[in-house]
Every structure is written in C-alpha cells, then in structure tokens.
C-alpha cells in the first residue's frame, strides 16, 4: 500500500548540506502536494517572463533567469534519477555533478522561455509519478550519492526544498532588480 503522506527526513538520511534544502519544507509530510503546488508556482512565476526579460541576471558574475530555470530542471532530473535508483535498491554509488558546468554547456541561456516551461512540466511531472507510486518500503531505502548516504524520502524532500530556495532567490533578487532595470 502507498503512504498518503511521508514524514519529513531525519537529518541522517541526508548530507548536512542538504538542510538548508530540507529545512525549507520539514513541517509538511505531504511533499507531492509540495511538488504539484510548486510546479503551479514555478509556471506563473516563469511564464510571466519574456524571452528578453529571462535574459536578465542581477550580477555579471550570476546565471541569467533562464539558466536558474535550466538549473532547476537539470538538477530535478538528476535527483529523480537518484531517487529511481535508490527506490529499485540499486546499491551502485551515483556520482556527484558540478552544477555549474551543466549550466555553462546546457542550451538554457539560449532557449525560449516556451520551451523551457515544457520542459519543466515534463519533468515535474514525471517526478511526482515517480514519487506518487512508491511503497513505504522504497521511501525508507537509503543509497550512496556524490559519497554521501541518502534516502528516497530525503531526495524528495531535497528537490522540494532546491525548488523552494531558488523560487525564494528569484523573488528576493531578481526580479526587484529586473524591475529597477526596466
């Protein structure tokens, strides 16, 4: 039977680095209604951008918009793919990623803000059918990624939380700069 809910990760499930991603959606113990309520957020926040606007980056040394988009689907697949893995008892170690060399060669910076909102609902929605028809069993297992020990419930919780933390950078210094400079 698949849990209706799935309680937050204990912090031994997960690298301590990843707290700053969990601790951003702990209190809830539903994290696909997270996930669904987030691809809402995620699509009117990126839809209102045109191609031009998505251009923008607050700092010469700062992904654009569009990148930060990009970002957040690259590193949504990348923890899908784990949390698959883990979920299959898969005990093969998943390497790490450097994420700032998949923004610097992904196709991102030059994409339709169109085409990126496809993407993204693809992937959001394939991630939330992974997560939806897990057992309680494959939620509680637990892998090795980029050397660290994790669980199939922390990876959910983690892609929450990454979501949660750039909607957040957005919000707070992008788009109050992208609307000083227009």
Request: aromatic share 10%; glycine share 4%.
């Amino acid at each position: 039977m698949k849990p209706t809910t799935v309680e937050a990760p204990q912090e031994s499930e997960y690298a301590p680095y990843y707290n700053r991603y969990v601790s951003l959606v702990r209190d809830s113990s539903d994290v696909l209604h997270i996930l669904r309520q987030q691809a809402e957020q995620s699509k009117a926040i990126f839809s209102a951008l045109s191609d031009e606007e998505a251009n923008f980056r607050y700092s010469q040394d700062k992904w654009t918009i569009k990148q930060v988009f990009g970002h957040m689907i690259d590193t949504e697949r990348i923890f899908a793919y784990r949390a698959l893995r883990i979920a299959r008892n898969d005990p093969t170690p998943i390497e790490g990623f450097e994420q700032d060399d998949y923004v610097r060669y992904s196709p991102h910076a030059d994409s339709r803000m169109a085409d990126l909102l496809e993407e993204y609902s693809g992937v959001r929605t394939a991630s939330i059918c992974l997560f939806r028809d897990l057992s309680p069993e494959a939620w509680d297992r637990r892998g090795t990624a980029s050397n660290n020990a994790v669980s199939v419930r922390a990876l959910a919780y983690i892609l929450a939380g990454h979501e949660a933390h750039h909607h957040a950078v957005l919000k707070e210094r992008y788009l109050p700069a992208l609307r000083q400079a227009g």
